[in-house]
């Protein structure tokens, strides 16, 4: 819940500078700031991919076994390990800036802002090791306020750095964007180790530095073994990210798109359905992060009724809190297009993207389970089949004219049934668990009812001359048409909203029982 509420208010704010940032540097330079950017996540993947869960696991383990000694030895190995890769590669890409942004992106103008993030990539590989020792920890809070720092400070530096280098160019504000990103992220990092060296204060004693412990044999394997399988797995998304971007412009290209038209629909695609479709994936985000510590521990003790418990009450609040986001973006798509982006033209995207959301809320928890268990190649496999699938038919049906953008939105669709389907099989091989389709059932019954309300809402509600008060009055009540639903069928329980934070004590005590298995 903690990151929960962090990734929300980040997800929020991230909507402004998508909002304000047209407006300094106009869509060409927003383009331009967006070029360099897929290479950049493929970087970072490359210093960082499977370090932050590899440090989360270990760190857990160790925790669990009372050995603070492995804990710090993972935290030393993990730091050297990311800043000399991190200031390797920051090398190489200050070194190959001309000819990437010249022979690869096409575009002279790409070259500022690749050499501005260049030195990003030091600071978030110390940040990344930072959050895994802490979630490792399970102590969330670090983490989250860093994060919202780093944002706040991205906005603020973003928009400001842009509007200060807009006289010399656009190519010189697209650069001062990606100088505001650097700044929010080294805000956060700052953040990350005051909070550990406050940590290290309260945790070690004179007893304790004077004491001479010798780290467990095997960790270093057992850290790379981790890694390098979730690096290789985070790497397909990136690379397909970055390919992505490549075949859907070229496609558009073949299927007669005016380049123009092609990119403004690609634009509209990746930089405002997108994040809308995964504003709910902030749940289910943190759920995969904080399920990887618990998941740990209840494998060291070997006991499966824990695993399954926790699986079970993942992959239900995600279905459950996703639903209804499932739900509002399919009725009102048009609606809330013309309320985020003042365009209405492009909610048929989001209607036809919404119905099948409720796969990506369910992949992230499934893939950490993978992970938790030492199944890290399981997801690479996984992951690898859906992006060769989802490439090969952005290429097949994206150049062909009566698909065009929606070529690519079928393959997107598509790529996160199968993906999710094989995680789903994998984990049900690996732990003999079964999911509950009676429960699935109930949430498709739920979703149908909030769908009839909020649509018949919609339409007759006397506020149609105020379309804003017209939609927010449609979703308030179809969501509270879900929440009857829900509860009448026992989807949620009383049992579960005593769990809750803060409002947990509303209810009674938040205390779980001891039997595993209740």
């Known amino acids: 819940m903690i990151l929960l509420a962090a990734g929300i208010i980040n997800r929020i704010l991230g909507f402004i500078p998508r909002i304000a940032l047209p407006r300094i540097i106009g869509a060409e330079g927003v383009g331009i700031y967006q070029l360099g950017y897929p290479f950049f996540l493929v970087l970072v993947t490359l210093i960082t991919g499977g370090i932050p869960l590899a440090v989360a696991k270990l760190v857990s383990e160790a925790e669990t076994e009372n050995k603070p000694q492995n804990s710090r030895y993972v935290l030393r190995t993990s730091l050297m390990l990311t800043v000399g890769l991190g200031i390797v590669f920051m090398a190489l890409s200050l070194w190959f800036a001309p000819w990437v942004t010249r022979r690869i992106l096409t575009d002279s103008r790409v070259y500022y802002t690749f050499v501005s993030m260049a030195p990003m990539l030091v600071i978030v590989a110390i940040s990344s090791v930072y959050r895994g020792y802490f979630q490792g920890k399970q102590n969330m809070i670090p983490s989250a306020t860093s994060s919202i720092i780093e944002t706040i400070a991205r906005i603020v530096f973003t928009l400001w750095f842009s509007y200060l280098l807009l006289p010399k160019g656009i190519a010189y504000a697209a650069a001062g964007a990606m100088l505001g990103v650097m700044a929010g992220e080294f805000f956060g990092l700052l953040s990350l180790y005051w909070q550990f060296r406050k940590e290290r204060q309260h945790t070690d004693s004179p007893l304790n530095a004077s004491r001479q412990e010798t780290p467990t044999r095997g960790l270093f394997p057992r850290l790379m073994g981790i890694t390098v399988p979730v690096t290789a797995g985070r790497l397909v998304g990136s690379f397909s990210y970055l390919f992505e971007s490549i075949i859907t412009a070229q496609s558009l290209a073949i299927a007669g798109i005016v380049t123009s038209v092609a990119t403004a629909q690609y634009g509209a695609l990746q930089g405002m359905i997108i994040p809308v479709l995964l504003l709910p994936g902030a749940l289910t985000s943190s759920l995969a992060v904080s399920l990887v510590p618990s998941l740990s521990e209840a494998a060291a003790r070997k006991d499966r009724l824990t695993i399954h418990k926790r699986l079970n009450q993942t992959v239900r609040l995600a279905l459950v809190t996703g639903a209804p986001f499932a739900v509002i973006m399919y009725v009102l798509a048009e609606p809330l297009c013309r309320l985020l982006y003042n365009n209405a033209d492009i909610s048929g995207m989001l209607r036809m993207l919404a119905p099948f959301a409720l796969f990506l809320y369910v992949q992230a928890p499934l893939q950490a389970t993978l992970q938790a268990l030492d199944r890290p190649g399981r997801a690479l496999f996984n992951t690898l089949v859906g992006a060769v699938i989802k490439l090969f038919l952005i ?18 669709i598509i790529n996160s049934i199968v993906v999710t389907f094989l995680h789903g099989y994998s984990v049900s091989r690996l732990l003999a668990y079964r999911f509950k389709l009676l429960d699935m059932l109930k949430l498709v019954a739920a979703m149908v009812i909030m769908a009839a309300i909020t649509t018949y809402s919609y339409r007759h509600l006397p506020f149609e001359s105020t379309y804003v008060v017209q939609f927010l009055a449609a979703l308030l009540i179809g969501l509270a048409g879900f929440l ?14 005593k769990r809750m934070p803060v409002i947990g004590k509303w209810f009674g ?10």
């Open 484 to 497: 009857f639903a829900v509860f009448s069928a026992k989807l949620v329980s009383g049992r579960d909203l």
């Open 509 to 518: 005590s938040s205390q779980e029982p001891k039997n595993p298995a209740a």
């Open 395 to 412: 290429w097949y049906l994206s150049s062909q004219p009566q698909y065009g953008i929606y070529g690519a939105i079928i393959a997107i």
